[in-house]
């Protein structure tokens, strides 16, 4: 799919470069020729948003540790040495924090984005298989960096989650000791979280040259889902797909300041404001925004053990989804009842995230077992069924065919469904 | 046999090795096998201290000393908190009406079953020492609370009763039993 380098190196020293590490070669062929399908839209454009994201995260990162103490006994007040006399430390902290978010609504978008126009199917397993597990490492690194402040959510937060493994049978409470390095959460454990909060971020790094590079292998999907079959389908990467990542990225960075500047504080939590205390849980412990559906799903189910089945099949299950989702088409764009059951679907995850938010109790566990049921039927029950009885679209010849006929009515003389070949 | 023990044919010009498919075993093969063992040993050993590094160390246990406490002024109906290895311990001064109820429940219908003089040292059905750990995924509980106004977790609802079993919620088990003993009356010693 990448096809060869056109890449002409200019210079002698770029000559001479080429035949030792051709690496400018391989950027050119993929980031500047590589040939991208020639309809994506701005949903397309969060993969490198998720890049940005990442890079910024590290370099805030970076600068913060340089001022940061990881003790129980001091993490706290650096943490306000930064807000307080660090130059900028208030800016590099609310950008690192809120960084924290913005990744997640990227990473969420991106996800549905993957589901909606059926990104995940033959070939591309192994791509959407990289981006569970970078989820899942991104879900970690937010979790062990929420602890370092040392307030009282990171101590509460820290114990609960970590409480999940006491729900192993006989060797439960032997790994909980382990993973905290002593009898309860400590320092032991704030130390070793900040190692691995710095170390993960690299790993991410690591996945995403895997993830982009079996990108590249397979090739873009498109709002179409048909693959490109000529030349006149795609365009070149710069400056087509360039401009519009950079043009969006701007925009998703205008939001990004309005929280950094605005409401800097609005997506934490007051409670991580005042200094750990092991003798006083506060009164409702909520995990960040982004956990909350997951939450949910822990506490609609009134058994430890099943409760963390639940949220960990919850998150394992997007791994199988190429293989739950039966449909030969990929996109809901033709597919009128997967596109129905999908908006669903993104209803049932805010649902969740909304109850996950609420105390566990009357009505709201109620609504929380419905929707804890309901997501696991879209994967296991809906999914399989809808490739069976769903009539799909007809599909366009061609992705230049799609273009073309935009604004035509619907439903017009297009081939029946086909698996596109490869 | 004698030119090629090492797999290599030396009349093979481009030096590519020649796989052995005889059914005798080489001394590659030997090679193999023996490398592949002394590396699996060995990185089985490395794996010992990588691990044991992230258990508790010697101070963390040694801060982890048995705690003597004063029951002295601990009024009736009055529960204390202690730290013992950072858990909070509750120490319970139970009221006449809270130890009846404690021992009037139907045992059957617990989720995890316990008669409540199993859970207090005998002769001092009073002094209840709990550790005030919740055993769902644990948060602290808050005394005289709850459904039997024993322990309510506020994390996700596990009510104990005045015994601190469990009763309802999503914790699986009773409220556990440090070890302690009474060194005299009025004090005792936890761990
Ligand atoms: C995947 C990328 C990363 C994510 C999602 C992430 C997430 C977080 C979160 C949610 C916090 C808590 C912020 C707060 O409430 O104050 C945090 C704190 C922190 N992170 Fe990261 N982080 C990432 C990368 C890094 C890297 C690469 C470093 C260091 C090289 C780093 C160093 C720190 C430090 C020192 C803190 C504590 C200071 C503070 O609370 O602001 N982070 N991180
Ligand atoms: S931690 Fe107590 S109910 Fe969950």
Known sequence: ?422 | MACCVDGLDDTNEGRKPVTTTSAEPTRRDFLYIATASVGAVGVAAALVPLIAAMNPDASTIAAGAPIEVDLGPIAEGQVIKVFWRGKPIFVSHRTKKEIEEARSVNLASLPDPQPDDKRVKEGKPQWQVLIGICTHLGCIPIAHSGQYNGYFCPCHGSVYDTSGRIRSGPAPTNLPLPPYEFVSDSKIRIG
């Open chain 1, 1 to 422: 799919m990448s096809g060869h380098s056109t890449y002409q190196p200019q210079n002698a020293f770029m000559k001479w470069m080429e035949r030792r590490l051709p690496i400018a070669g391989l950027i050119h062929s993929s980031f500047v020729a590589y040939p991208t399908p020639r309809n994506l839209n701005y949903w397309w454009t969060f993969g490198g948003i998720l890049t940005f994201l990442l890079g910024m995260q590290i370099v805030t990162g970076i600068i913060l540790v340089m001022h940061y103490t990881p003790h129980a006994d001091m993490a706290f007040n650096s943490v306000e040495h930064i807000m307080r006399d660090v130059n900028y430390g208030w800016l590099l902290r609310y950008l690192h924090s809120n960084g924290a978010s913005m990744f997640f609504v990227a990473v969420y978008i991106h996800m549905f984005r993957g589901m909606y126009y059926g990104s995940y199917k033959e070939p591309r397993e192994v791509l959407w298989i990289l981006g569970v597990i970078l989820y899942l490492l991104m879900m970690a690194t937010g979790f062990l960096g929420y602890t370092l402040p040392w307030g009282q959510m990171s101590f509460w937060g820290a114990t609960v989650i970590t409480n999940f493994f006491s729900a192993i049978p006989v060797v439960g409470e032997s790994v909980v000791t382990w993973l905290w390095g002593g009898y309860s959460v400590g320092n032991p454990t704030l130390q070793r979280f900040f190692s691995l909060h710095y170390l993960l971020p690299f790993v991410i790094v690591g996945l995403v040259v895997l993830h982009v590079w079996a990108l590249h292998v397979v090739g873009q999907n498109n709002p179409t889902g048909i693959e490109p079959k000529s030349a006149k389908d795609t365009v070149p990467f710069t400056p087509y797909a360039t401009v519009k990542d950079a043009f969006f990225m701007m925009c998703f960075c205008v939001v990004f300041a309005w929280f950094v500047f605005y409401m800097p504080n609005y997506l934490g939590h007051a409670d991580n404001y005042i200094p750990a205390n092991p003798a006083v849980t506060p009164l409702h412990i909520v995990p960040e925004w982004y956990y909350l559906p997951f939450y949910a799903i822990l506490r609609a189910i009134p058994n430890k053990l099943m409760g963390v089945v639940a949220l960990g099949g919850s998150i394992v299950i997007l791994a199988f989804l190429p293989w739950l989702d039966t449909s030969k088409v990929r996109s809901a764009n033709y597919r009128p009842l997967f596109r129905q059951f999908f908006w669903i679907f993104v209803l049932v995850c805010l649902g969740l995230g909304w109850l996950g938010a609420k105390p566990a109790e009357g009505g709201y566990v109620i609504a929380a077992r419905i929707l804890t049921i309901y997501y696991f039927a879209h994967f296991i029950i809906i999914l399989p069924l809808l490739g069976w009885i769903e009539k799909t679209k007809p599909l366009p010849n061609s992705i230049s065919e799609s273009i073309l006929k935009e604004g035509l009515p619907a439903g017009g003389s297009g081939p029946a469904p086909t698996v596109s070949k490869h």
